[in-house]
C-alpha cells in the first residue's frame, strides 16, 4: 500500500477533486437509478393491488 | 432446459425476480473487490499520478454503454424478427441503464480530461462519438414515449436502435482510425495489455461488477415494465365483457 495517512489518501497525490467527484457521481447515479427502479416497482406493485 | 417457457411475461415475471439477488449480490461483491484493488493494490501511475484511477469508473462505464447498445441492438432485432414483445420489453429495460453509463463515461472522461489534457472537453473522435451514443440513448427513449400505441413504440424504437448501432464500432476504433487526444486501448483481446497486473485487475473486475449491477437493474427495471403494460388496456384483441369489468 502505498498510502502514508488517511489525509494523503483522500489528497490522492493532489488529483482528489477529480477523483472523488468521479467516483461520488457514478456511486450517486448508480444509487440514484437502483432507487428510481426500487420506486417504479413499488408504484408498479401498487397498481396491481389496486384492481 | 425449456426456454420456450421463458418467452411469456407471465413467466419471466417470477424468473427475473428470483435472478436478481444474485447478480446484485455479485455486483456488490465485484465491485468491493475492485474498489479495493484499484485503490490499495494498484500502484500510482509514473505519468499520470493518482488521477489515472479515474479509469476504475470511466473504462468499465464506457465499455457498458457500448456493450448494452449492442445488446439493446440485439433483443431490438430478436423482437422485430419473431414480433416477441419480451425481446421488445428488455430493449426497454436496457436503455436508460445504457444512457446512464454513456453520460457516467463522458462525465469521468473529462474529470480524467481537466488534470491531464488541461481541457474538460475536446471535440475529438472518440468524444464526439460517444457523445451522438447518449443522443442515440435519448433518443430512442423518446422516440418511444412519444408513441402511444405500444406495439408501433416498439417497433419504431427497434428500428431506431437497430440503425443506430453502426456508431458503436464507429466509438472502438476512433482511437485507430483518427489522430484523437483520447489515447488508444491500453486493454484488448488480441495484444497484451499495457498496465500493470493491479490496474488491470481492477479496472476488469470493475467492469464485471458494472456487467452484473447492469443485468440486476435491468430485470429489475423490465419486472416494472411487464406490471406497466398489463395496465395498459389491450387494442390489439377485441375486449371481453370480462376485460373491461376488469379494467374498471
Known sequence: MQWGSVAEFFAMGGYGLYVWTSFGVTALCMGGEVFAVWRRAAAAAESRNEL | MNWLKYSSSQALYPFAGRLIPWFTAAALGLIG??????????????????????????????????????????????????????????????????ALFTFLALFTGSMWGKPTWGAWWVWDARLTSELILLFQYIGIMLLRSSIDDLRRADRASAVLALVGVVNVPIIYFSVKWWNTLHQGASVSITAAPTMAGAMVTAMLVMAVGFWMYSIAVTLARMRCVIVERERQPSWGKPASVTDVAEAR
Do not use: C
Request: aromatic share 16%; charged share 5%; hydrophobic share 60%.
Open chain 2, 33 to 98: 473487490v475492485g474498489l479495493y484493488v484499484g485503490f490499495f493494490v494498484a500502484p500510482t501511475d509514473a505519468t499520470q499520478g493518482d488521477a489515472y484511477r479515474i479509469i476504475f469508473v470511466h473504462v468499465p462505464a464506457a465499455w457498458m454503454s457500448m456493450f448494452l447498445y449492442v445488446i439493446m441492438a440485439i433483443w431490438a432485432g430478436i423482437g422485430l424478427g419473431l414480433n416477441a414483445r419480451p425481446s421488445f420489453m428488455m430493449a426497454q429495460a436496457i436503455a436508460p441503464t445504457g
